[in-house]
């Protein structure tokens, strides 16, 4: 079968990263065709835009893409594409694996833990009110007197909304993936003693949620006290489910348990797209270097492939990964035990090395 995938060049180091996971994923065999588009702070130079219109037609009518870092323009009024496609594309689940590979240098070498963020709403959902503004001045005397409380007057004030139906749909693709990749588990991580309204009815509708999942065990743990398990016994945890802000934050911290963020890939995930992307950004410094560790975004590659349900060529690019990995001969210079390793590869070479292994 005949797959259309957007694979979208990106900036800084996002080229060659994309071309080598491009080339890794076609060395699967799986009969792709490419539909390869620019976005980005290259063409922003060269053109005045950031993320062409077409590049978001492109991705609907592929359902599928492949997205290489991007940067974030500082002070030219562009918002991130990131957060652009992800609230135009409505990809409302980032979808992080954390998993520990031998050869990547980590304080863990027994990480599998699968995090889930919500991606739309909470802090993240862009309701703000800056301090001294007509605005704010209204919205603190209409909240003292909604709750009676005070909030002084030389505040900042960002919204905090999560609804019904953002944390069911939440909460059901956890589920949903939890079953459908085998894991036994799905813990629901908040603040619900504290934030009863927000975080309090994040925790009900998973409980809600759950029942109707009855082959897969649940619980959920309070944000603070997930962080020190997470970091004293990462094993007990399988598939985690949060809302935005704390999603973010404990997707860098598993991140971080299983060696960081070049072999950290990453999806966000809608009911009509998906967009596959590394955690890492476009490390501007290594630009046209063919330096970078391309590991997260071929991983990345993994996850598209098992999306699309070719899950004989995920495991084959994986197993391939995982083996080059582990030999520690043919990789970047961030994966040598010394940085300035003579031996180290270029990202292209290590992409040939991961070919290789799949013949
Ligand atoms: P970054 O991830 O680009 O780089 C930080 C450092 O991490 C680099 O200097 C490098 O030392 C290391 N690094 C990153 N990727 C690596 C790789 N593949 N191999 C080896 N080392 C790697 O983070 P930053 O400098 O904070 O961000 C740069 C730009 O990227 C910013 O404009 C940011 O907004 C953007 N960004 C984009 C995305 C995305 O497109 N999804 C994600 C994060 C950041």
Known sequence: MTHHITLILGDGIGPEVARAARRCVDATGEDIKWDE???GADLLERTGVLLPDAVVETIRRDKVAIKAPITTPVGTGFRSVNV???????LYACLRPCKSYKGVRSRYDNIDLVVVRENTEDLYAGVEFEKGSDDVAELIRTIEKLSGSTIRKDSG???KPIS???TRRIVRF???YARANGRRKVTAVHKANIMKFSDGLFLEVAREVAKKYTDIEFEDRIVDNMCMQLVQKPELYDVLVLPNLYGDIVSDLCAGLAGGLGVAPGANIGDNCAVFEATHGSAPKYKGMNKVNPTALILSGVLMLRHINETG???RLERAVAGVVAEGKYVTYDMKPNRDDPTAVGTSEMADAIIARMK
């Open 157 to 159: 004030i960002s919204i």
């Open 174 to 176: 956890a589920f949903e």
């Open 37 to 39: 588009v620019e976005a």
């Open 164 to 166: 019904v139906t953002g």
């Open 84 to 90: 652009h496609l992800r609230k135009v594309l409505d």
């Open 313 to 315: 060529a995920a495991d």
